[in-house]
């Protein structure tokens, strides 16, 4: 049996977050973007920190760079 990381198993939503992310886009510009409301990105913000193991947007960027999750 193959060993998943959690970053693996972030949904395409969370990977569709985690890019706007990346881009430096707030909680509210990411909604505007996906046509989703504020809370829900703040949502699928807290699952991206708990799949990665982080617990800042900064952080969680410098994972996606590192292990080229996005």
Do not use: C, W
Request: aromatic share 4%.
């Amino acid at each position: 049996m193959l060993f998943r990381s959690p970053a693996e198993d972030l949904t395409d939503r969370e990977r569709d977050v985690l890019k706007l992310l990346t881009e430096g886009l707030s909680n509210n510009e990411i909604a505007e973007r996906l046509i989703i409301s504020p809370s829900t990105v703040k949502y699928h913000i807290g699952n991206i920190y708990t799949k990665l193991g982080v617990d800042s947007r900064v952080a969680a960027v410098s994972i996606a760079i590192q292990r080229q999750l996005i």
